[in-house]
């Protein structure tokens, strides 16, 4: 999303991805002119064969993200990097967007081939540009990898198991990341622990405690608008369990904790109105005791006056 703000042309198999002019209505936003995303499924043979030889025909500067990678460059299902050479970009316009001929060489600033600099041809007289000097792209696969920045590519990979990437392809990588989800924790939605992890790792596995390369980002709600994120537009929560709740000992420490903070303000609520009471029982008390102490003073008065009387008769 940052690339297309940005005015970049993004390549990608993303399945579900949504049109530039979709995007930009339902974001409420217009991207620079320059912007253009180009969406190359990989769930056919075509696509499939466009995918294995992206640096045939991915126009130059470009964002290339590929989805799912594991399903198109891993030994399982047969990819072989040693047999992936250069072919002419007429092979696959039949397979691409109608004016993507035109669009592909308005990419290149074509070199003035009677000016070249000295260090742009060798002792052959071989330049690096061919004969209308446009760059000329890599031979193979793996020097596509290899030298995707000559071409200003920026490649990311995505997959659920890493280590079915050729160690060739992981060798270039600048920056790997492993995400783990935490939606089965209510308060971790959409907040996944991202790992930075040593390229070279297969199984990658996020550390516990802290660590540098450990972080957690929360993902916008805007992502969401931008595909679709399943083929059955049916959305699930991941499948992992909240083990922590099926855990007896977990569940008995709850349990106690409950009944601890439970007993505490059982305890509370007695000594708070318990000392009202008390007190209002005193008071009372307090007040009975004066009125008896006035009935006896008063008795006693009576008493002696008519004591009195009777001596004067």
């Known amino acids: 999303f940052e690339a297309l703000k940005a005015g970049r042309v993004v390549v990608t198999n993303i399945e579900g991805m949504q049109p530039l002019d979709v995007i930009q209505k339902r974001l409420n936003i217009e991207f620079p002119s320059t912007t ?21 025909w991915c ?5 290339i993200v590929i989805d799912e990678c594991q399903d198109i460059f891993s030994k399982n299902i047969g990819f072989r990097m040693d047999k992936v050479f250069y072919r002419p970009l007429s092979e696959f316009l039949p397979n691409l967007p109608k004016d993507y001929e035109s669009f592909f060489y308005s990419r290149y600033t074509p070199a003035d081939m009677s000016q070249l600099d000295a260090a742009e041809v060798d002792d052959r007289g071989q330049a690096e540009y061919d004969d209308q000097g446009r760059i000329i792209y890599p031979f193979s696969f793996n020097e596509g990898f290899m030298r995707h920045r000559k071409y200003n590519w920026d490649i990311e990979l995505l997959s659920p198991d890493w280590g079915q990437i050729d160690t060739a392809i992981r060798a270039c990588s600048e920056q790997c990341f492993l995400h783990k989800g935490r939606d089965q924790f209510f308060w971790a939605k959409r907040n996944p622990l991202i790992y930075k992890h040593p390229k070279n790792s297969s199984t990658p596995v996020v550390p516990k405690g802290k660590d540098p390369n450990l972080i957690n980002k929360k993902i916008p709600l805007d992502a969401f608008l931008l595909y679709k ?33 439970g007993w505490f303000i059982y305890g509370l609520s007695g000594l708070v109105f318990g000392s009202s ?10 007040t009975q005791s004066s009125v008896s102490q006035s009935s006896s003073v008063s008795n006693k008065a009576d008493s002696s006056s008519n004591s009195t009387v009777s001596d004067g008769g």
């Open 277 to 286: 009471s008390e007190i209002q029982d005193a008071q009372a008390n307090s």
């Open 229 to 261: 994120s399943t083929a059955t537009g049916i959305a699930r929560g991941a499948g992992a369990l909240n083990l922590l709740l099926y855990n007896p000992k977990v569940f008995l420490s709850l349990l106690l904790g409950l009944i601890c903070v």
């Open 59 to 63: 126009p130059l500067g470009a964002l």
């Open 36 to 56: 253009r995303l180009i969406r190359i499924f990989s769930r056919d043979a075509k696509g499939i064969e466009l995918w294995q030889h992206f640096f045939c």
